[in-house]
């Protein structure tokens, strides 16, 4: 790990670090184009008593790609910030025991008694689909509790052109994301996934609204057009988030051909 400031004056939270796929392969076996990296940590609000302590236990699942050499770096540009995995997992270790302490600040841990809400977690997955493709879908997972009553999930998605060395964006796909004629096919698979019946309003079914934003965190499969909510951003958290996929022959007619021939890098052929 790297031996900034912060860890050298607080080594003792890091309890375990652990790679899976950092050994070099046998010689004559070719090299995985990606590889999975994981990483677990402990991490006392109180470091001066670790043994006795509420903790932050924080768990990273994160995907290198190991060649081609621009692609890697690409890659890594989308999904990091343009660091290395172990350079973003460095980062993202450091602010989240940042915000565990500071936020936490203050606390006796002789007057604390009720570590229930003081007991946090930060999980973060990596996840590719289609690894073998020249397009690949990266999806990025956090699953995090920072005290309250419940906590937080959330999911984001990536398309990524290897070939252009390009991200995917809605706008590649549709001349007017927002087209009325498309809005109305969106709404319509909203009813369906909400159990209502053609015409009644997405608020019987639980949606704040009738006419919620379109959102462009999608993702595409071989069976459809995916649309992805988070909880909270059409729907309460009790409806939890919104997975919505939308068959092909539904939406095809109003994409750009030009966004239909995209999707052949997915291995997704819509001509035929």
């Not at 190991?66 to 690409?74: M, T, Y």
């Not at 915000?99 to 990596?126: F, I, M, P, Q």
């Not at 999911?155 to 706008?171: A, E, F």
């Not at 796909?173 to 009644?200: C, M, S, V, W």
């Amino acid at each position: 790990m790297k031996n900034n400031a912060y860890f050298s004056l607080a080594p003792v939270f890091v309890l375990s670090a652990l790679c899976s796929a950092c050994a070099s392969p046998p010689p004559g076996t070719p090299q995985s184009r990606f590889s999975e990296l994981r990483y677990s940590y402990t991490i006392p609000l109180y470091p001066e008593q670790p043994s006795n302590s509420p903790a932050l236990e924080l768990t990273m699942n994160l995907v290198g790609m190991n060649f081609p050499a621009q692609e890697a770096e690409f890659f890594h540009s989308i999904l990091y910030s343009g660091d290395s995995p172990e350079t973003y997992r460095d980062r993202v270790v450091n602010e989240q025991t940042l915000n565990y302490r500071r936020t936490l600040a203050g606390l006796d841990s002789s007057e604390t008694k009720d570590w229930s809400n003081l007991n946090w977690h930060y999980t973060e997955r990596v996840i590719v689909n289609g690894a073998e493709n020249e397009g690949i879908v990266a999806e990025r997972v956090l699953d995090t509790y920072v005290g309250g009553a419940h906590g937080q999930s959330a999911r984001k998605y990536y398309l990524l052109d290897l070939n252009s060395l390009k991200p995917v964006t809605i706008n590649d796909l549709f001349e007017n994301y927002h087209d009325p004629r498309i809005k109305a096919i969106i709404y319509d698979a909203l009813r369906t996934y909400g159990n209502l019946a053609k015409g009644q309003s997405l608020p019987e079914g639980g949606f704040f609204s009738d006419e919620p934003e379109l959102t462009e965190n999608f993702y595409v499969t071989a069976q459809g057009f995916g649309l992805y909510w988070n909880q909270y951003e059409i729907a309460p958290y009790a409806m939890g988030s919104i997975d919505l996929l939308i068959p092909w022959r539904d939406i095809r007619p109003r994409m750009l051909h030009s966004g239909m021939e995209l999707l052949t890098k997915f291995k997704i052929y819509l001509f035929m």
